[in-house]
């Protein structure tokens, strides 16, 4: 008796210092043993009686355990106690995640909450980028825009409207309009004169806007005709003004050069000739590729079909310049 | 698209701009499935949602200026967001920054370090038209054209005038590629939807006040968007430039109001939208609600219409966008209150 209590007193000290997993190869086989039994068929009568005998043989070992060495008696112990257990830790950690799941999913639901938000489209969660083609092509009728059936309210971006019909009538438009007739009497000012300025004589008074003298527009100076800034507008080909300018400049400069250059027969020096390119560089960043495709036909002399390109020329000028600015 | 387009018949065509023009009077089959509606219909429904375009009319280009009176109620934001959902549609859109030395379309766009010439340009001969159009990568049947740099003069004299011939010039793009489309222009045939043609809308974004901004603006625009927000001071400015370009013969005149909180209006802290309509007696385009993705997206020169998913006030761009190629109105506006919770909300429906 005494040495039973000894025993279990013994076995009570020694489990919490041994680890629970000393061998799971042996549990599993041990599983894997009792499944064999129970698949073959053998009857519960059988089964019982097995169970008994292996207890009471347990229970031998337990009592003739001080002989036997300790780590076969903890492994035999464990796998009795283990089963239960990890069927237990395994529930445990079920349930729990089934918790958080559920919590996780609620939470997602809240209204308020940042997730809402992005379902709402008030948060964007994709990336800045070039934009794409919408899935649909609707505005009134979308997954964003539901359309109650009696058409009394509209859900948009979630969120349930009602709907108010406008009421305003033709005969109101008009009121309006007569009223503002009334009120607001005006001519569209269609000449421009700084204060102090002399009235022409063709002019109808009404129509003048007088500028002051400190107003931003009253600093304009208007050095441009009026037939030459309407010429410009509708020039479809060509060389701009400006560049044609310049190019004739530098033609100029250029010759004036080789002049003195055939007096003095002076090599030009890579940097002069450097410098004199620089024009072309600035106005036609797309020299490169005007020349490369050198479709702008419409241009008489070669070196200016060179300048005439512009930054920002993605109109008629050259389809394929157009193709590639598509592609970017 | 243009293709997709051809499909539908003439009976749902009429259907389709009915339905329309009592916005939102679209039936909504695909998503009640619990009533059974007739089989055909229902094809046909669903056909069209992916087919559907608005039907352009009014005769090319519209010159469309947006105004408001009032500074900052949105003019630029409404120019860049419409002008984009065009785009989007399909029609070809020039829209023009005629904010003399405070020009921020660009910047809205995301443009601004593709200005190079500027309306002040072509009409000092440095350059032509087509090379201060800057087209948009993201759609290119939009550009952009900017009428001065900050600091350089636009000769007022005949701003407005200038304005004019540039939509002149514009119109006569489309003659020119039709005319002589010769190896010059490659791409000639398909003007439109490529945006070399003469454009489908021409865009004003007008800068505040009624100076000679304001004058030159609106010389070539035969109809207007008038921005306002729901608050007195905005309104009378919008009653007065309403009265102004009605004295100057521009009588399709329609408004957006932006910056609508529904919340407020709910609490009566702030005008509702058929509040102003009565004080102005002007159909409807559009309430734009006000939505903290609108200033985001200023900062990020990224239009709102573009975003995905689209935000509420990016939809409320887009129906605008609609129903100005269709010259439409709302006849219905959204009013915020409790949802109902009925049998099919809990479906969804
Ligand atoms: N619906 C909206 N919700 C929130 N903010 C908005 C909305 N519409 C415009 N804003 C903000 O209002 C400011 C002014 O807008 P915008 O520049 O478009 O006005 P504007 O009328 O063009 O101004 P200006 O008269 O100076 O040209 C911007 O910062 C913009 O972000
Ligand atoms: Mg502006």
């Known amino acids: 008796m005494a040495s039973i209590w000894t025993l279990h007193f013994h076995s009570?000290?020694?489990?919490?210092?041994?680890?629970?997993?000393?061998?799971?190869?042996?549990?599993?086989?041990?599983?894997?043993?009792?499944?064999?039994?129970?698949?073959?068929?053998?009857?519960?009568?059988?089964?019982?009686?097995?169970?008994?005998?292996?207890?009471?043989?347990?229970?031998?070992?337990?009592?003739?355990?001080?002989?036997?060495?300790?780590?076969?008696?903890?492994?035999?112990?464990?796998?009795?106690?283990?089963?239960?257990?990890?069927?237990?830790?395994?529930?445990?950690?079920?349930?729990?995640?089934?918790?958080?799941?559920?919590?996780?999913?609620?939470?997602?639901?809240?209204?308020?909450?940042?997730?809402?938000?992005?379902?709402?489209?008030?948060?964007?969660?994709?990336?800045?980028?070039?934009?794409?083609?919408?899935?649909?092509e609707d505005p009134f009728d979308n997954p964003l825009v539901k359309v109650s059936k009696s058409k009394s309210s509209v859900e948009m971006c979630g969120k349930v409207y009602r709907l108010a019909p406008v009421t305003l009538t033709q005969e109101e438009q008009a009121v309006h309009q007569r009223r503002r007739s009334r009120a607001y009497q005006w001519k569209r000012p269609t000449v421009f004169l700084k204060e102090g300025e002399s009235v022409p004589p063709d002019v109808d008074p009404d129509t003048i806007r007088w500028i002051p003298a400190n107003h931003p527009f009253a600093t304009t100076s208007t050095d441009i005709g009026e037939d030459f800034a309407h010429k410009n507008v509708s020039q479809k080909h060509g060389v701009p003004f400006r560049i044609q300018a310049e190019h004739e400049a530098l033609q100029r400069k250029l010759e004036a050069l080789q002049n003195e250059e055939e007096l003095n027969k002076v090599v030009i020096n890579p940097i002069n000739a450097k410098e004199f390119e620089r024009p072309f560089n600035s106005h036609g960043r797309l020299n490169d590729h005007a020349e490369k495709t050198s479709l702008n036909n419409q241009v008489k002399d070669p070196l200016s079909s060179k300048l005439d390109s512009s930054p920002n020329n993605f109109g008629s000028a050259s389809s394929s310049g157009e193709d590639q600015n598509l592609k970017l | 698209m243009l293709s997709l387009y051809n499909h539908p018949t003439t009976t749902t065509t009429t259907t389709t701009t009915n339905l329309k023009s009592h916005f939102p009077s679209i039936t909504h089959l695909r998503h009640s499935p619990t009533f059974p509606k007739p089989k055909p219909k229902t094809l046909t429904k669903s056909l069209l949602q992916w087919n559907r375009k608005p039907q352009l009319s009014g005769e090319t280009p519209r010159v469309v200026v947006v105004t408001s009176g009032k500074g900052g109620?949105?003019?630029?934001?409404?120019?860049?967001?419409?002008?984009?959902?065009?785009?989007?549609?399909?029609?070809?859109?020039?829209?023009?920054?005629?904010?003399?030395?405070?020009?921020?379309?660009?910047?809205?766009?995301?443009?601004?370090?593709?200005?190079?010439?500027?309306?002040?340009?072509?009409?000092?001969?440095?350059?032509?038209?087509?090379?201060?159009?800057?087209?948009?990568?993201?759609?290119?049947?939009?550009?952009?054209?900017?009428?001065?740099?900050?600091?350089?003069?636009?000769?007022?004299?005949?701003?407005?005038?200038?304005?004019?011939?540039?939509?002149?010039?514009?119109?006569?793009?489309?003659?020119?590629?039709?005319?002589?489309?010769?190896?010059?222009?490659?791409?000639?045939?398909?003007?439109?939807?490529?945006?070399?043609?003469?454009?489908?809308?021409?865009?004003?974004?007008?800068?505040?006040?009624?100076?000679?901004?304001?004058?030159?603006?609106?010389?070539?625009?035969?109809?207007?968007?008038?921005?306002?927000?729901?608050?007195?001071?905005?309104?009378?400015?919008?009653?007065?430039?309403?009265?102004?370009?009605?004295?100057?013969?521009?009588?399709?005149?329609?408004?957006?109001?932006?910056?609508?909180?529904?919340?407020?209006?709910?609490?009566?802290?702030?005008?509702?939208?058929?509040?102003?309509?009565?004080?102005?007696?002007?159909?409807?385009?559009?309430?734009?609600?006000?939505?903290?993705?609108?200033?985001?997206?200023?900062?990020?020169?990224?239009?709102?219409?573009?975003?995905?998913?689209?935000?509420?006030?990016?939809?409320?761009?887009?129906?605008?966008?609609?129903?100005?190629?269709?010259?439409?109105?709302?006849?219905?506006?959204?009013?915020?209150?409790?949802?109902?919770?009925?049998?099919?909300?809990?479906?969804?429906?």
């Open chain 2, 73 to 349: 109620v949105g003019k630029t934001t409404t120019t860049a967001n419409i002008g984009l959902s065009l785009a989007r549609l399909g029609f070809s859109v020039v829209a023009i920054d005629a904010d003399v030395g405070l020009r921020n379309l660009d910047l809205l766009l995301g443009l601004e370090n593709r200005v190079n010439y500027t309306v002040v340009e072509i009409l000092n001969g440095e350059c032509r038209l087509d090379q201060a159009l800057v087209r948009d990568k993201r759609w290119s049947n939009f550009e952009l054209l900017c009428i001065s740099k900050p600091r350089s003069k636009l000769p007022i004299g005949f701003g407005g005038k200038a304005l004019t011939w540039l939509v002149e010039a514009l119109k006569a793009r489309g003659d020119k590629t039709g005319g002589n489309g010769t190896g010059t222009n490659g791409s000639g045939s398909g003007s439109s939807s490529t945006g070399s043609g003469c454009p489908d809308f021409i865009l004003i974004d007008c800068p505040a006040g009624i100076d000679a901004g304001f004058i030159t603006a609106i010389t070539p625009a035969n109809e207007a968007v008038l921005i306002t927000t729901p608050d007195i001071t905005a309104l009378r400015d919008a009653d007065r430039v309403t009265g102004l370009l009605e004295c100057d013969g521009i009588r399709d005149i329609k408004m957006i109001v932006n910056r609508v909180r529904t919340d407020m209006i709910k609490g009566e802290d702030m005008m509702s939208v058929l509040d102003v309509q009565e004080m102005l007696g002007l159909p409807l385009l559009g309430v734009i609600p006000e939505d903290s993705e609108v200033i985001r997206s200023t900062n990020r020169g990224y239009p709102l219409v573009l975003n995905k998913p689209p935000t509420l006030a990016g939809l409320a761009f887009e129906q605008a966008a609609w129903r100005l190629v269709e010259q439409d109105s709302m006849q219905a506006v959204m009013v915020e209150e409790e949802p109902k919770r009925g049998f099919f909300s809990f479906f969804g429906g």
């Open chain 1, 12 to 136: 009570l000290s020694v489990r919490p210092s041994c680890p629970f997993f000393i061998d799971s190869n042996s549990s599993t086989r041990r599983r894997r043993r009792h499944r064999f039994l129970i698949t073959n068929g053998i009857s519960t009568q059988q089964f019982k009686q097995q169970c008994i005998t292996s207890i009471s043989k347990f229970h031998h070992q337990l009592l003739t355990s001080i002989s036997i060495p300790m780590p076969q008696f903890l492994t035999n112990r464990n796998i009795g106690i283990n089963l239960p257990i990890w069927v237990c830790v395994a529930v445990v950690i079920l349930v729990a995640s089934l918790r958080a799941l559920s919590k996780f999913s609620r939470k997602k639901e809240r209204p308020g909450s940042v997730a809402d938000l992005v379902r709402r489209g008030q948060l964007r969660s994709d990336r800045r980028g070039i934009s794409r083609n919408l899935k649909y």
